[in-house]
């Protein structure tokens, strides 16, 4: 009656078994997971159909805990057992960020995750089985699922890594890191430590990246015993519509971006966006195709420029602004840098003109301009003092909405505001260059 498919392997000081074919059967994909006495049901539903027009990618996970996975029965006032606690919560959020984006892009149909903890030991953590066994689950589903994923638990006691901890070792560790990922890289880290070196922490990376690489093993070993057909997903080309938006909305996406009233900025928008029924009727392309190739340039009017340390970050940035083809360009730095700034302007001799002035004095600013540059963003968390002359500062820039996601806070703590690009080592001065034209 039942075609029950078991995979094993011995991880870490426990054997992990993974097991489908039994319960859940009529869910896409349904893996029992077990690790020591811990017992965790995984399963995966999706809705069948063509979904390629929503707008974004319904993906649900929900991790669950109860009482009586640990032989309790919940007492006191409240007997039953309600919304979900926070550790349910970010478990769940655990597990999603490392599969979303393992989905294609056009993949817009409802998919729901669900971790059901049935038996925990009490001895180790049950975010790393779920997460393995969600994986295992997607993989044998037949859905677009680029996996599998793999995780695990890295603490480090005695200068020593020890793989998926138990509770009572991660109170003597000083570390406790979650690592996932695929054969490929890693998509995932989440830690804390105790003033741990920068080494010491991607070893741990490592340590976690080849520990848990067995597990991608075993979960391919059950998908090609257990795994369903796969979905035909319907492919999307999208390159056509992407260059006729480009070409035809550019340009007055720029022109609205540089009226300073916001309320006729908005309706310069709505007036730009509605005129893409027309050009649907006209070229008989998808309203919707068009929709998202128009929300693209809409939206990325900046971008994060990172270099190494007297590597020519300053030029790069006038030349990104000469290939523009812009008429002016606003260069905001630090005081003892405008002079570098200035020879490095005239040196490059460009077609534009330059501004360029210190965060202190940005609220004297007045007009509107074709580029901006942050210099030394890194640092741009003590400018200014929380005072009258930054607000000032914000409208004097205010015909540049992307701009507005450097309101960091400084009504509060002013702590740095930090762009690192996550590729280059010992990135001290970075820029952001953002677009109005």
């Known amino acids: 009656m039942f075609n029950v498919i078991t995979k094993s392997l011995t991880w870490g000081d426990k054997e992990l078994i993974l097991e489908?074919?039994?319960?859940?059967?009529?869910a896409d994909g349904a893996v029992m997971v077990t690790y020591g006495d811990t017992k965790i049901l995984c399963t995966v539903a999706a809705l069948k159909g063509d979904f390629s027009e929503n707008d974004f990618f319904p993906l649900t996970v929900n991790y669950i805990e109860k009482f009586y996975s640990v032989g309790k029965i919940p007492g006191g006032y409240l007997k039953r057992e309600g919304r979900p606690s926070d550790k349910e919560t970010l478990t769940s959020r655990l597990i999603d960020r490392?599969?979303?984006?393992?989905?294609?892009?056009h993949f817009k149909n409802e998919v729901q995750v669900i971790c059901q903890v049935l038996n925990h030991d009490?001895?180790?953590?049950?975010?790393?089985?779920?997460?393995?066994?969600?994986?295992?689950a997607l993989t044998i589903s037949?859905?677009?699922?680029?996996?599998?994923?793999?995780?695990?638990?890295?603490?480090?006691?005695?200068?020593?890594?020890?793989?998926?901890?138990?509770?009572?070792?991660?109170l003597e560790s000083e570390l406790d890191l979650v690592v996932a990922g695929t054969k490929d890289g890693v998509l995932m880290v989440e830690s804390e430590a105790n003033e741990l070196s920068e080494d010491i922490m991607l070893d741990a990376v490592v340590f976690g990246q080849e520990s848990y690489k067995d597990v991608l093993n075993l979960i391919i070993e059950l998908a090609e015993e257990a795994a369903k057909e796969p979905w035909e997903l319907k492919e999307i080309n999208t390159e056509k519509e992407d260059d006729l938006v480009t070409k035809k909305f550019t340009d007055a996406i720029s022109s609205a971006y540089t009226i300073k009233d916001k309320k006729n900025r908005q309706e310069k928008l709505k007036e730009i966006h509605s005129s893409l029924e027309s050009l649907s009727e006209d070229t008989g392309m998808e309203l919707k195709i068009i929709s998202n190739a128009y929300n693209v340039i809409n939206l990325h009017r900046f971008v994060y420029l990172a270099m190494e340390v007297r590597?020519?970050?300053?030029?790069?940035?006038l030349g990104v602004a000469q290939k523009l083809n812009i008429n002016n360009l606003l260069f905001i730095t630090k005081k003892k840098a405008i002079g570098s700034i200035q020879e490095d302007y005239e040196k490059l001799n460009p077609s534009y003109d330059m501004t360029c002035i210190n965060y202190e004095s940005l609220h004297k600013i007045s007009g509107s301009f074709d580029l901006v540059v942050l210099d030394e963003a890194h640092s741009l968390g003590a400018f200014p003092k929380p005072s009258k002359r930054a607000n000032i500062k914000?409208?004097?820039?205010?015909?540049?909405?992307?701009?507005q996601f450097l309101k960091f806070n400084h009504s509060s703590n002013r702590r740095p505001f930090k762009v690192v690009h996550p590729f280059v080592k010992n990135c001290l001065i970075v820029s952001i260059i953002i677009i109005l034209k």
């Open 98 to 105: 490392p599969i979303r984006p393992l989905f294609p892009d």
């Open 122 to 136: 009490g001895m180790h953590n049950t975010e790393i089985p779920a997460l393995i066994g969600a994986s295992a």
């Open 311 to 317: 590597t020519g970050k300053t030029l790069t940035s």
């Open 20 to 26: 489908t074919g039994k319960i859940a059967r009529q």
């Open 142 to 170: 037949g859905l677009p699922f680029l996996g599998p994923l793999g995780a695990s638990k890295v603490g480090r006691i005695n200068n020593q890594f020890v793989l998926n901890p138990s509770n009572e070792q991660l």
């Open 394 to 403: 914000y409208k004097a820039l205010r015909p540049v909405q992307a701009f």
